[in-house]
């Protein structure tokens, strides 16, 4: 359960309540219509008008305002469920600020990586979350405790989904002291959890319980939704009619608190439960799905258009503005513009030399690419079977050299592999079986044909280029015992996490071998890859793309 939206909240009023740090506010119309569609829950006309302040803002060069009103443009897109529009923009308001030095541009800061930090967790991506709850905490007043411990709980609930629950008891035990009734609760819930996960003996239920009740008191329904949804989980594999009351209490409450995400999270836990409704409860599931997807992308597209037409609308006064201008300097533009066509002509002429050289360069490099994709990583593959087969089949080490040697010869003809028709799942599994040996067991998991449906053949082949690239690097020089890929699809992104138990790579080493061209294919197919070499011992890879 996410309860970080009441923190997100308690920012939003943070921020706009700071009138008298920032004179610039009181003269800004456009700002100020926009609190006031904000306060009055029309999210659509704030966001437009914060839209609108911001380029008033840049205009006088005012960066602080800019920042203030992209933060609150930020937060409404989490809201409504533009969790990766909600973090760019997070990300551009923290840009906009020159320094981090005054109390409202700190105010500013905690507000965009806690905007950050939920949306993250949204979006799955834990590790992301905990270190943007983080940062936001650096930036929060020492003296705001009441935010400090909403901060320390919020790290604790992302540490629990991570699994690291004795850390967790370390951040909620800080946050266990705070006053706020509300607050108290969500602790005292995340607080048994991670005590009960972390040691079965323990019995959670005196502290559960009496979280619950703070909840009904406070007619808390999203804290009571939390208290139905911990409390199922708790008893799931101890007695399921249980499990099954909570969890149709958590829905009931979702509906009457119109909460889509928590009636999601229920049905799934009831369908599991109670199979005998099976296809109704399916059915509403997959409704309720489909209309909270179906409003986040109307939302998403929605926020995308506003943004454009204010672009759009600077961009056409802009130039009502260089008309006038133009028409008083007539005879010195056409002088300049004829220096300006000679100094042109040189630029191009140098520009079309330029372009002819890069794309030698590039093809050189397209080459070097392809033969070290197709005929060194191939011929390593078949090198790494032969070492590790105790009974050495020839021809079939033939037959797959003879497929190697057929692969660069197509290369110097520039021929697409159209040949391989085989399920992408499958190639995946003997690929990474092929490097299993006495020294090193590879692990995968997720894998399944469904997770690569909707990824074109060009997509697949990059795929497959980089996950053989990890392998070949790893048989070469990690010194790994364990080696585990772990593959899963989230709507439309799919996830791919390499661990291995090696001697890691430095990050100088990182840009500078075979893994530069991981990283390019990753880019190619606008994807994402993160080394993570900080942990004490081994490597850890976080891949996402896109499947279209």
Not at 252 to 278: H, K
Not at 282 to 304: G, M, V
Request: aromatic share 10%.
């Amino acid at each position: 359960m996410k309860n970080s939206i009441y923190l997100l909240l308690v920012l939003i009023v943070a921020i706009v309540s700071c009138k008298k740090e920032n004179s610039s506010e009181n003269s800004n119309i456009n700002f100020k219509k926009a609190t006031g569609h904000r306060d009055s829950k029309s999210s659509d006309s704030a966001f437009y008008y914060f839209n609108l302040a911001k380029n008033d803002y840049l205009t006088i060069h005012d960066s602080i305002g800019a920042a203030r009103s992209l933060a609150n443009m930020a937060i409404i897109q989490t809201e409504k469920g533009d969790f990766f529009g909600g973090i760019e923009t997070s990300l551009e308001s923290n840009k906009a600020i020159k320094s981090n030095s005054d109390s409202l541009s700190k105010k500013i800061l905690a507000a965009n990586y806690n905007n950050m930090a939920i949306a993250s967790n949204y979006l799955k991506n834990y590790e992301n979350a905990f270190n943007y709850y983080l940062q936001a905490l650096k930036y929060i007043n020492p003296k705001d405790t009441a935010s400090k411990y909403i901060y320390y709980n919020n790290i604790g609930d992302v540490l629990i989904t991570l699994g690291q629950y004795k850390r967790a008891e370390s951040y909620l035990n800080k946050a266990i002291k705070t006053k706020d009734k509300d607050t108290y609760a969500r602790v005292l819930n995340n607080l048994a959890k991670a005590k009960y996960i972390g040691n079965k003996d323990y019995n959670p239920l005196p502290e559960l319980f009496k979280a619950l009740e703070i909840r009904k008191i406070n007619n808390d329904k999203k804290g009571q939704n939390s208290s139905f949804e911990t409390l199922s989980s708790y008893y799931l594999n101890k007695d399921p009619n249980t499990s099954l009351l909570f969890a149709k209490k958590m829905l009931a409450i979702a509906e009457e608190d119109n909460s889509p995400d928590d009636q999601i999270l229920a049905l799934e836990r009831i369908i599991t439960l109670e199979p005998r409704n099976y296809l109704e409860n399916f059915k509403k599931l997959k409704y309720i799905n489909d209309s909270l997807q179906t409003a986040r992308n109307q939302a998403k597209n929605q926020f995308a258009i506003i943004r454009f037409d204010v672009e759009k609308l600077k961009v056409e006064n802009t130039k009502k503005e260089i008309d006038l201008l133009q028409r008083n300097i007539g005879i010195a533009t056409l002088s300049l513009s004829l220096i300006g066509g000679i100094f042109w002509y040189k630029r191009r002429k140098n520009r079309l030399q330029q372009e002819k050289e890069l794309e030698v360069k590039n093809t050189q490099l397209k080459m070097s690419k392809k033969v070290h994709d197709v005929v060194a990583n191939g011929i390593y593959q078949v090198m790494t079977k032969i070492e590790n087969q105790e009974n050495f089949d020839k021809d079939k080490a033939l037959d797959e050299l003879e497929f190697v040697y057929e692969k660069s010869r197509d290369i110097s003809y520039e021929k697409e592999d159209t040949s391989n028709t085989a399920e992408f799942a499958e190639k995946i599994f003997t690929l990474i079986d092929s490097f299993k040996s006495d020294h090193v067991k590879p692990f995968l998991t997720g894998n399944s044909q469904n997770i690569w449906d909707g990824v074109n053949e060009t997509n697949q082949n990059e795929i497959f280029q980089v996950i053989r690239e990890l392998l070949v690097n790893m048989k070469k020089h990690s010194q790994a015992s364990f080696v585990a890929f772990k593959i899963e699809k989230n709507h439309n992104l799919v996830h791919i996490q390499y661990k291995d138990n090696g001697i890691g790579i430095p990050g100088e080493i990182i840009k500078g071998n075979g893994l530069t061209n991981t990283v390019s294919r990753i880019e190619k197919i606008k994807g994402t890859i993160i080394f993570d070499n900080t942990t004490e011992t081994g490597l850890k890879i976080n891949i996402s793309f896109p499947t279209s």
